[in-house]
């Protein structure tokens, strides 16, 4: 038997009142003339720690259900803007509060899958959501660009989503493929 090999991350799913105001706030930005790759709203998430293609999954799985989740990171949305780049286009994204419960369990899985020989980013964890990329347009070097977004009322999230991204019928989807919560009994 073949293991295929599967491009893989951990994410936090975003409430449906999060992703309704992400579509707005992307609406707004297309009335002002911003172009770019918006993400279509079923691959919005809040990226944890991204794997890659492997052939680890059973033992990444297994990895995660040991994970301390006991604490549940609350989410809350920062201020909105660019991460320019050098290459690829600039990034439209919304920050994310680093919160302790949120950076710590980032870090402790970042480091557990590390024991199993998956590479860390070397940059530091800065959590946020890309509302598109390849952005263009006047408004995106403007100090007006934050006053488009909102604030969503902050969550507590409830899991862990082990995501594979791959391409189905030439399109880009992110399919859950294990679930595991936060706030209760782990190790299982």
């Known amino acids: 038997m073949t293991v295929k090999k599967k491009r893989l991350f951990t994410a936090i799913d975003l409430p449906v009142s999060w992703l309704d105001e992400i579509e707005s706030t992307s609406d707004r930005l297309c009335e002002q003339d911003v172009r770019g790759r918006f993400t279509p709203r079923d691959r919005l998430h809040l990226t944890l720690n ?3 293609e492997t ?3 059973d033992s990444i799985k ?17 201020s909105g803007g660019l991460f320019r780049r050098r290459r690829g286009g600039d990034l439209i994204v919304w920050q994310i509060e680093n919160h302790p419960a949120l950076s710590t369990y980032q870090g402790l899985e970042a480091e557990a899958l590390a024991s199993l020989g998956i590479r860390r980013d070397r940059r530091a964890y800065k959590p946020h959501l890309t509302l598109a990329r390849d952005a ?9 660009l934050v006053s488009f977004f909102g604030k969503p009322v902050a969550f507590q999230a409830e899991e862990l989503v082990l995501y594979w991204s791959h391409l189905v019928n030439g399109r880009l989807v992110y399919s859950p493929i294990a679930r595991f919560p936060f706030g209760g009994e782990t190790g299982r």
């Not at 263009?136 to 007006?144: D, I």
Request: aromatic letters at 6%; zero cysteines.
């Open 50 to 52: 991204f794997i890659g």
């Open 55 to 57: 052939e680890e999954e």
């Open 62 to 78: 297994r990895l995660l259900a040991a994970l301390d989740r006991s604490e549940a990171p609350w989410i809350s949305a920062g």
């Open 136 to 144: 263009k347009g006047t408004l995106l070097g403007s100090p007006e």
